[in-house]
């Protein structure tokens, strides 16, 4: 009987063909192999499965952000790093924003819109702007409000005499012709003014609200008198929209509501304001005598003022950066905004001074008309809305500047972030969060058009705004020079940026 020969039988026996012998020998060769590395996975499973945590936490903390940042970076042109620090370098040694707003504050002193020194203004930077070898130097004719301040003034007449110092508001009507004469009602806010209503016929209100932050505080100038007027108050006071006071009362614009009576309505100091509410809370009756020849006259004709280094690939497509021409008719408005227009317009000079040419165009626009109408803004954007590829308003003081606030998708908002790690540490000035854009930028942001505003340091901003504080002294060089340098290193990133913004 024959057994079945095993494989070792039959090679011994010469009975498999030499091709099938060395088969048999790589498959007991490869499961040896196997066995082995079986054996080891078995034996070290422990360290295999460290090792592959390592990897995985190599490739997740320097793969990942490379390739993220590779992809964030990818529409940022190689120039942005290359200019950009050139130009945050040569801004920092020094520039001409400063003096150049010195220059112009003492020569033209405050701008209102509607007068002869806006004017004279506008047509001084005209000429320089030329002088810098500025491309498409032009002025846009404006119809601005023409408002007057005229002669004023205001007292306390009882329980004692007291000057007060006052400022009318922009907007407001006079008192007639004659002094206002009338026992003052004190509110600190517009549900208290509610509660005392049937005591209101015949006084004069005072907003006695404590400053927090702008945009709550300012609704009591902005709206104090309809208010009042409605529960038939003779005239509307507010105690000054700042944090801080040296006697100083703070003017800007109010508004009156058709089919409310038009009453008239001033700022006092933080002082006085506080005066009147000390003798109100001991039970004294207080009055205040108030005369004011404010008036609005005929719309006047002012005027944008703009100038630009033209694109090489895009000259249609256009970054706007600027600031407000106009001031109140109070101190030299060196803060606001005769420094934002400064290192705007310094910054496009220093990029042209610099043989840079950028591949989109960067306009300075000194925007006319901001504080009492933003008929400048409107104007602009009406004319301007389709070429703007991104606009940058500063109206915040041109001091220390701490990055943007930007109203655009959250792409461009990251791409404009990335920028600002790349170019603007030298600085500090890296924050880009989304915000507010600036009221004369609103215009265009309103229709689409992405924005930011230079955020700057504000601490005592509202200390000088409006008042005559507001003048060269509060200005500082070095801070007008960070300023510059953010807003160049900007402008012409975003306008030699790859591509359209995401
Ligand atoms: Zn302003």
């Not at 003022?305 to 106009?326: A, K, R």
């Not at 420094?339 to 310094?346: D, I, L, P, T, Y």
Request: aromatic letters at 8%; one cysteine or more.
């Amino acid at each position: 009987m024959i057994s079945m020969a095993s494989h070792e039988d039959l090679i011994e026996d010469n009975l498999l063909l030499p091709h099938e012998i060395n088969n048999q020998r790589n498959r007991k060769v490869k499961a040896t192999f196997l066995h082995k590395i079986k054996a080891f996975f078995v034996k070290n499973w422990k360290i295999i499965l460290l090792l592959f945590v390592i990897l995985l936490l190599i490739s997740c903390t320097i793969i990942i952000p490379i390739s993220i940042l590779k992809d964030k970076t990818k529409n940022i042109s190689s120039q942005c790093d290359e200019y950009g620090k050139k130009i945050v370098e040569t801004a920092l040694k020094g520039t001409e924003a400063y003096s150049r707003l010195a220059t112009m504050c003492t020569l033209f002193g405050n701008r209102l819109s509607g007068t002869q020194a806006l004017e004279n203004t506008i047509d001084w930077i005209q000429e320089q702007m030329i002088n810098d070898g500025l491309e498409n130097v032009h002025t846009d004719n404006v119809s601005v409000t023409h408002w007057v301040r005229g002669n004023e003034y205001a007292h306390m007449t009882a329980p004692y005499y007291k000057k007060l110092n006052m400022l009318g508001l922009g907007g407001s009507i006079s008192t007639g012709g004659i002094n206002i004469t009338a026992q003052v009602i004190v509110v600190n806010s517009f549900d208290e003014l509610d509660q005392v209503q049937s005591q209101v016929p015949g006084k004069i209100v005072l907003f006695n609200a404590v400053f927090t932050n702008y945009s709550s505080t300012v609704q009591y100038r902005a709206s104090g008198a309809v208010a009042a007027a409605k529960y038939g108050a003779v005239a509307s006071l507010i105690r000054s929209v700042t944090p801080y006071s040296l006697g100083t009362p703070h003017t800007g614009g109010m508004y009156y509501q058709d089919g409310v009576k038009q009453i008239p309505a001033a700022a006092l100091t933080l002082e006085d304001s506080d005066l009147i509410q000390g003798l109100v809370n001991f039970n004294k009756s207080v009055t205040i005598q108030l005369y004011m020849e404010a008036q609005t006259l005929p719309n006047a004709i002012s005027r944008n003022v703009m100038g630009q280094i033209t694109g090489s690939e895009y000259p249609d497509q256009v970054v706007v950066i600027g600031g407000h021409i106009d001031s109140w008719d109070v101190g030299q408005g060196a803060m606001d905004d005769g420094g934002g227009v400064m290192v705007s317009w310094e910054a496009v000079r220093l990029i042209k001074a610099l043989g840079i040419k950028p591949k989109r165009t960067i306009r300075v626009v000194a925007w006319t008309n901001e504080e009492n109408g933003a008929a400048g803004g409107q104007n602009y954007a009406a004319l301007y809305k389709n070429e703007t590829f991104f606009s940058i308003e500063t109206d915040g003081g041109a001091t220390t500047p701490l990055g943007f606030s930007v109203t655009s998708s959250s792409k461009t908002l990251s791409a404009l972030s990335t920028i600002a790690e790349h170019v603007l540490k030298p600085i500090g000035s890296t924050s880009v969060t989304e915000g507010e854009v600036g009221t004369d930028n609103s215009f265009l942001v309103d229709q689409g058009v992405p924005g930011a505003q230079l955020v700057t340091n504000m601490t005592q901003y509202f200390w000088f705004h409006h008042s005559e504080g507001d003048a060269i002294d509060k200005m500082d060089p070095v801070q007008m020079d960070q300023c510059v340098g953010t807003m160049a290193a900007m402008a012409l990133c975003i306008a030699n940026f790859n591509g359209n913004l995401p």
